[in-house]
């Protein structure tokens, strides 16, 4: 299929120069770097199983793979959805670092600067929260125009719905992101407030943490049944900061560290080195109303 925008080349090899659009599209579709590095790969593993005759005939391979990765991406999700009614716990996407941080794949692969994913407003951790709110077909359609700019006929073709269908789609997407919360601030504004957070915590200052946090404040950890977290989300500022402090004083020796979690200001707690804790914030009116603190070993690999 042809984007439209005149960007590709039509040469077949000009598949091998998109790698990097694919990671970015499959990420924000998944929310997980893992997940989205197999599509892709399963998406080359495809083109390059066709016969060179067929490559060739493809007029755009960049358009090609993107309609392979969504598919892949589809189905991805629609198991994804029955894996995570099993989840101990709450299920956050997994948290990325900053990109001068990022190490490669895990399991100890060779860096490949191409599997490094973009880092803006389409993939802070709120963003993907409210992602996963939507039905597979509703992310993948919601992600490929709204945040991709893809057209409806394009984007039917993909997903083997009509345009008038996907339209809908998307417009299901956008109602359930304007339901989410507010924007969060300025990246300066936001640090400060993470900066302030982390002191108060590290001082076990629980009128400090209240000060920073909305009344209505809400916590959601994951553990993955992996490792110790709250099963539930733990609501409301004032038990947020009885709660982190007590966890803090069960666990003596942590250090934290300001970071930069999935292109905003967040915080990592370590212990030995060893990365135990990394969490995203939301921000509104100069106070924390969301806290993301993935847990979670497995999701936590490119950050130890």
Known sequence: MDSGDGRFERHPEAAVGERRHLVDL???MLGSPAEAEDAVQ???????????????????PAAWLTTVVSRVCLDVLGSARVRRERYVGEWLPEPLPDRAEWPGRAGG????????????ESVTMAFLVVLESMTPAERVVFVLHDVFGYPFPEIAGIVGRTPAACRQLASSGRRRLGAAPAPTPRRDRQAAVVRDFRQAWEAGDIEALVGLLDPAAT????????????????????????????M?????????????????PGLVAQRDGVTATVAAFGLAD???T????VRNPEKLTRWT
């Open 109 to 120: 692969g060779p860096f490949d600067p191409a599997d490094r994913i973009t880092l803006d």
């Open 248 to 264: 803090a004083e069960k666990a003596p020796g942590l250090t934290l560290l300001e970071r930069t979690v999935n292109g905003l």
């Open 290 to 293: 969301r806290i993301w603190a």
């Open 42 to 60: 399963e998406s080359y593993a495809r083109w390059y199983a066709m016969p060179a005759a067929r490559r060739e005939a493809v007029r755009v």
């Open 219 to 246: 916590m959601v950890a994951d553990g993955g049944g992996l490792a110790a977290a709250v099963l539930h989300p733990v609501e409301g500022g004032e038990r947020i900061a009885r709660y982190l402090v007590l």
């Open 286 to 288: 100069g106070r924390i």
């Open 26 to 28: 499959a990420y924000r």
